[in-house]
């Protein structure tokens, strides 16, 4: 319980508004931030993009130079702590919680490798944990669903796990056993529902490392039949040594969306591929998505573009600079939002026209001092009740108004 008292008080403590403005008076050469804080006493940290639950905004912590890591459910209105949470950390040593986790109805479920904890995000306390032989640090889910990838590490099998959000006691709904050279893999699944039906979605992949060669299949699961509906052609890529080969799914209107050096439209109905458009250099990763909204997918490129297409043709509606591979779009008000750690801005756009609005500094940067490592994470939510818009440069909580 000592080494609990010394662990977290710098933290606690930390959590002053405005702590180098005691008057609450936000300056003027920080447009548009509202509020912030100081996190862990400004020893540096990584964090995801945060959740929000009702009246807290809750975010994900890692610090660089110890690994120890939490979760802080803070008030959105004052900032002040309501609870924390580190039982990973305190029982195995671990992180607990990977890029992407899933909350539905006042429980938190997260996944880190082999382990998965459902917490109750009103009081901070674990609600369950499950402790596995393997996983992939990445859960989803759908109302009250969870899903995750494992992978047998002496066999390199692979398997699709189900499990209840309300206890996490995971079963095997889909596996592949890997019956030559070519190592398999699921990526990560995401769940919906689609005319009364619900149903996953994921990319299969199978891979040789040397020489490399990769093919993935787009695959339709009805979990509420248990059984495999289709699996797609090959999915095409344009790049050199077959590289490009996508991963993560969104699902919209019919439509199962997914892209990498390309982006995909396949029809719900029988798996085949509407459209394809091929840019060159990623639009995908765990924290930066293709992300469909109001009949368009939105992608961000690591060569620093955004592009917005009609989910239907593929049409083009525009092709904007932007900050490279950014956080996940938000949406709000007719703008997409990002923040870009490649070049340290926080990006508006309109959603329509694709017209810049905003180009925003990291508030704290010092190119030349002490400060010159504070630079936006790839970590942004906007709440869509008030429009805030919620991030962090490693050393602050960080609150924004656009109004």
């Not at 050199?240 to 991963?247: C, Q, R, V």
């Not at 990291?362 to 504070?374: K, S």
Request: charged share 20%; net charge negative.
């Amino acid at each position: 319980m000592k080494y609990l008292i010394i662990l977290f008080l710098p933290l606690i403590t930390s959590c002053n508004i405005f702590p180098d403005n005691p008057e609450n008076e936000m300056p003027e050469d920080k447009p548009f931030l509202k509020k912030y804080i100081t996190l862990n006493d400004g020893v540096r940290v990584d964090c995801e993009s945060p959740f929000i639950s009702g009246e807290l905004i809750i975010y994900f912590i890692s610090e660089k130079e110890s690994n120890r890591s939490w979760i802080t459910a803070y008030d959105k209105e004052s900032l002040e702590v309501v609870w924390m949470w580190n039982d990973a950390f305190e029982n195995y040593g671990a992180k607990g919680y990977g890029q992407l986790s899933y909350l539905y109805r006042d429980i938190l479920c997260i996944s880190q490798g082999n382990l998965s904890y459902g917490i109750d995000v009103k009081n901070g306390e674990t609600l369950w944990h499950q402790n596995a032989e393997s996983g992939y640090s990445i859960i989803s889910g759908f109302e009250e669903n969870i899903f995750k990838v494992t992978w047998n590490e002496f066999s390199e099998d692979a398997s699709i796990m189900q499990a209840s959000i309300h206890d996490g006691k995971w079963e095997e709904i889909l596996s592949t056993v890997k019956t030559d050279s070519f190592s398999v893999r699921y990526f990560s699944p995401i769940a919906f529902e689609w005319q009364g039906e619900n149903y996953i979605s994921f990319v299969f992949q199978k891979q040789i490392i040397n020489p490399f060669s990769s093919s993935s299949w787009l695959n339709l699961y009805s979990t509420s039949k248990d059984e495999l509906v289709w699996v797609s052609d090959t999915i095409p890529t344009n790049s050199i040594n077959g590289l490009g080969g996508p991963g993560g799914v969104t699902f919209y209107d019919g439509q199962l969306l997914l892209g990498n050096k390309a982006l995909y439209s396949y029809n719900i109905e029988d798996g085949s591929l509407e459209w394809w458009k091929y840019y060159g250099n990623t639009f995908s990763s765990t924290r930066n998505r293709p992300k469909p909204h109001n009949g368009k997918l939105y992608a961000n490129n690591e060569s620093h573009f955004l592009v917005a297409l009609d989910i239907h043709t593929g049409n083009e509606y525009f092709n904007v600079a932007s900050g490279g591979l950014c956080s996940q779009m938000q949406f709000y008000d007719g703008k997409v939002f990002e923040t870009s750690w490649a070049n340290n801005k926080l990006f508006g756009f309109d959603a329509n026209q694709g017209e810049k609005l905003y180009e925003i500094d990291a508030p704290f940067y010092d190119r030349f001092g002490e400060n010159d490592d504070l630079w936006f994470e790839n970590s942004l939510t906007i709440d869509p009740e008030t429009g805030l818009a919620y991030t962090s440069d490693s050393k602050h909580l960080l609150v924004y108004e656009f109004d």
